[in-house]
């Protein structure tokens, strides 16, 4: 196999692809729901996946019959709930700490986009630092550094713009429907890894089933 590497950047989601945190914002959200009148089940939290915060959060106000505190307000205490756990241990999904490692030795510059607000993502950041002794990540676009949300393609545009680099060159990598079609609509190479819902096959995204034994070169396929 080659060792050219294709792509000049991968964009990183960080919930349910670079972290395990999906239990932990399903944890923080059931918290919140035990305090007032409305309902919340675990599908009604899957069905955010990969949504802007903002726009969950409205969802899960209206649905839990929430009154006395704002948007933002509930932004901040699920964003607490899930450090909670990621500030004492954080759980990497299967391979990709060692592909991000794998992509860094190989000089591909490497970004988290995530709709999770910038401390959170600053966190997990950090966290790859210590565990690899390496500065991993050199662009962080969080859910409030843009205006619009994933399935918006305003993320994943913003990343590359910060990197200096076309959608194109880039390989975003997701693990919701919501991620994945933010990518595609970007124009970057979009990399499905299931984890908690299915993606579904659609035009502009290759779906693999994980990325464990996944090397910077097997990047190369996204291009042809």
């Not at 399903?26 to 089940?41: I, V």
């Not at 966290?127 to 399935?151: N, R, S």
């Not at 994943?156 to 880039?170: D, H, K, R, V």
């Not at 595609?184 to 995204?205: D, K, S």
């Amino acid at each position: 196999m080659t060792s050219f590497v294709r792509p000049a950047a991968v964009l990183w989601d960080l919930d349910g692809t670079l972290v395990e945190s999906e239990g932990y914002w399903a944890l923080a959200e059931q918290g919140l729901a035990q305090r007032y009148p409305g309902t919340w089940t675990h599908e009604d939290g899957l069905e955010l996946t990969g949504l802007s915060l903002p726009a969950s959060c409205q969802i899960m106000r209206d649905k839990m019959q929430i009154t006395d505190i704002s948007v933002s307000e509930m932004i901040e205490e699920l964003t607490d709930g899930v450090l909670f756990h990621l500030t004492k241990e954080v759980h990497w999904r299967p391979g990709a700490l060692q592909l991000a490692t794998a992509l860094h030795h190989a000089g591909v510059r490497q970004a988290i986009v995530t709709m999770s607000i910038r401390r959170m993502a600053l966190t997990v950041r950090d966290a790859a630092h210590a565990a690899t002794g390496l500065e991993i990540f050199e662009v962080v676009v969080a859910g409030d550094d843009v205006a619009e949300g994933k399935p918006h393609p305003e993320a994943y545009l913003t990343a590359a713009s910060t990197l200096g680099l076309q959608p194109a060159e880039c390989v975003a990598i997701e693990d919701s429907v919501n991620g994945i079609t933010s990518a595609v609509a970007a124009g970057t190479r979009a990399l499905g890894i299931p984890n908690v819902i299915a993606i579904p096959e659609a035009p502009g995204r290759t779906i693999w089933p994980t990325l464990v034994g996944v090397a910077p070169q097997h990047l190369n396929a996204l291009f042809e």
